[in-house]
């Protein structure tokens, strides 16, 4: 059964605009998102996390949302850029330090 | 220095070799991770060593077998591999010893094929 899914295996958008990639888990004790970006043949790349005591956390082009009550989570690239194109997985942890990936996205920024 | 580096890049055996992978980052980090990767899946953790001592271990089979003679190396020993177990081997690591809630570092991974 998976605990945190990316239930979109791709998303396409024209460049300059936004692209949101969403993120859905059901482990009510999941305090710790992550997000990563990855590019064919390297490994994943941290991208930007958020606690669960907040609600938004901003990094530049990258904002990451988390609705507790609707357990979902969301990446926005803003504006969004042809290096951007890559397959980006959400992650979950607990307090029992394991982690819990997403199938992953697969994002294509238009030029 | 910020980075972890993975060596072999690419490595195939077959099912009677031994081989090692190897896994390094000078970051200070106390918290060190295997997964692997097969192909358009997520990373799947294998273990942790937390202070260079194993601190989790996700049910993997004996015939990976990990070591850490340090605390800025990390080992993985393959021994009696099977053709499934062909997957991009990745390494990470993390500053601090909460290791649900801190950063992970990876390295560029392993391709490995066994034959």
């Known amino acids: 059964d998976q605990q945190v899914k990316q239930n979109s295996p791709s998303l396409s958008v024209q460049e300059g605009r936004i692209s949101i990639l969403n993120c859905d888990y059901t482990?009510?004790?999941?305090?710790?998102f992550l997000w990563y970006k990855k590019y064919p043949a390297e490994g994943p790349t941290f991208l930007i996390s958020?606690?669960?005591?907040?609600d938004k956390n901003e990094d530049g082009r990258f904002t990451v949302f988390l609705n507790k009550s609707a357990k979902h989570l969301s990446l926005h690239i803003v504006p969004s850029q042809p290096g951007d194109s890559a397959v980006y997985f959400c992650?979950?942890?607990?307090?029992?330090?394991?982690?819990?990936f997403g199938s992953g996205t697969k994002l294509n920024v238009k030029p | 220095d910020t980075e972890v580096t993975q060596t072999p890049k690419h490595l195939v055996m077959g099912m009677t070799n031994k081989k090692s992978l190897k896994c390094e980052q000078h970051?200070?980090?106390?918290?060190m991770y295997w997964y692997k990767q097969k192909a358009k899946k997520p990373p799947e953790l294998m273990f942790v060593?937390?202070?260079?001592?194993?601190?989790i271990n996700e049910s993997v089979p004996s015939r990976f077998s990990p070591e850490c003679p340090n605390s800025s190396l990390l080992n993985l020993h393959l021994h009696a591999l099977q053709p499934e177990d062909s997957a991009l081997y990745l390494c990470?690591?993390?500053?601090?010893?909460?290791?649900?809630?801190?950063?992970?570092?990876f390295g560029p991974g392993t391709r490995l094929t066994v034959l």
């Open positions: 060593y937390s202070y260079e001592k194993l601190s």
């Open positions: 482990n009510s004790m999941f305090d710790y």
């Open positions: 958020i606690s669960s005591i907040k």
């Open positions: 990470a690591s993390s500053q601090g010893d909460r290791i649900s809630t801190d950063t992970q570092y």
């Open positions: 992650a979950a942890t607990d307090n029992f330090n394991k982690f819990y």
């Open positions: 970051m200070g980090h106390r918290a």
